[in-house]
């Protein structure tokens, strides 16, 4: 791996998360955690779950491995960009004429008035779907030429669209101020879609997707998209376990009182801070490479490569773990304690955010093994395992909903993010990961690990007394 690519995507990834903190903060000051909130997270919520379904994980695990193999690379490309793109428009088509229906899949706790009230948010917030499939699309090539800074750089373009609608519309009514969020994320849609043409065309990667258009009836191709095929569900399932669990908690968080969606939607939003910075920045640099090595032979290149990154990955993990979790209060308190947000939201929030990080580490650790899964066209063996975990984080879900409430889920998540690494650690083999696990970089960890909790707790204690003894 390039580290130049890892720190493109890290700063790329932190713009945009500093400015998706700063439209939540804005987010909670406008709207609190009410029903408003509520509303548009809910209707924000199927697109947002195709686009880390898409953009992080499923379509690019099993595009950029058949596109490298491919002798046709323009043919295949265009041909499963009309064939996806086809799909989700009629699929965004399917929910606008029926957005009732996907609301009260999403939130079926909620009674019929905020249902029918969110459905309209819904069928807006939908479109975006296809928009950031051909920003997926379109990224998967740059990648290909190791090219990451506008794909990491261009995330921040949503964002700013929706801080932008916030800031117009905050002393508006509720109502208009979240179709005006709703019609903002389209808006940023266009303006990430417009950016990677741009770059397309500045690498020359247009004239090969022309190219393929004008021969895209060559039958030459027909035993590579079969191949694609038969990768790209499997992919689709196992790359989103994280994302389909924070959708079953939207889900089972609409039985238990109001602002329990938004208490999840902040706190995971913090949580998946350091998961975007560390992992989903090494992986996305890390993975074509991979996939080039497995292609022409260099397996222990690709492990060297795995091996590498691991242990620094779970340094930075660990570390963010523990900050998260001795220092939740305080962390929320500052980002999200304004306006309608209050003390008793923090507190709350907090403790959901404590539950997530549990989880970080297993889920960034798998973010980053699961590329060898992926790359040597293991995505059924991926699939079934995500499976094995999301009953986990189910049966968790169901068990604790009752005694913690949204604390409860928050943990569940956690539970199935375990799961989901040891049986990734056990698909990669117990005697290659066994020594990869078991060395002096265990103890290191451990010990550097167990020092930073103590200073993290130390300094929790006070800042705590100084934020109450202030307020």
Known sequence: MRFKSFFTNSAGILLSRIAGLVRTTLLAAVLGQSIY?????????????????????????AFMPSFV????????????????????????????????????LMAIGLDQDTIAATAPLTAITFWYLSLIFMVTFFASLLQYREHYATTAFGTVLLNLSMIAALLIWKDDSPRN????LAISVVIGGVLQVLL??????????????????????????????KKFNTLFLPAVWGSSTP?????????????????????LT??????????????????????PSITKDLKHGREEQAYTNLARVFWLMAFALGAAMLGGMLLAEPIVWLLFEHGHFTQHDTLITANVLRM?????????????LSLYLYASHRQAKAAKIATLSLAANILASLSLIKPLGVVGLALAGSIGGWVLFVLTLRE???????SILVSKKLLYFLLTMLAFGMLLYGANLWIIGWIRGSG
């Open 69 to 104: 193999a491919s002798k046709n690379k323009g043919v295949f490309a265009i041909k499963t960009f009309q064939r996806f793109l086809l799909i989700i428009v009629v699929i965004s088509l399917i929910v606008s004429l029926f957005p009732q229906f996907f609301t009260k």
């Open 428 to 434: 990669l083999g117990w005697e290659r990961m066994g």
């Open 37 to 61: 909130s509520d509303m548009f997270l809910i209707a924000f919520k199927l697109p947002n779950l195709f686009r880390r379904i898409f953009a992080e994980g499923a379509f690019v695990q």
């Open 243 to 263: 994302q389909i669990n924070a959708f079953l908690d939207t889900w089972l968080a609409s039985f238990l009182i109001a602002g329990s969606i938004s208490a």
């Open 266 to 287: 902040y706190a995971n939003l913090v949580f998946t801070l350091p998961l975007a910075l560390i992992a989903i920045a090494a992986s996305t640099a890390l993975f």
């Open 177 to 180: 101020t979240v179709y005006a």
């Open 356 to 368: 997530y990080m549990i989880g970080l580490i297993p889920f960034g650790l798998t973010k980053l």
């Open 196 to 225: 990677h043409l741009w770059s397309l065309t500045r690498f020359r990667l247009l004239r090969l997707l022309i190219g393929g258009w004008k021969h895209r009836k060559q039958k030459e191709i027909q035993s590579e998209e």
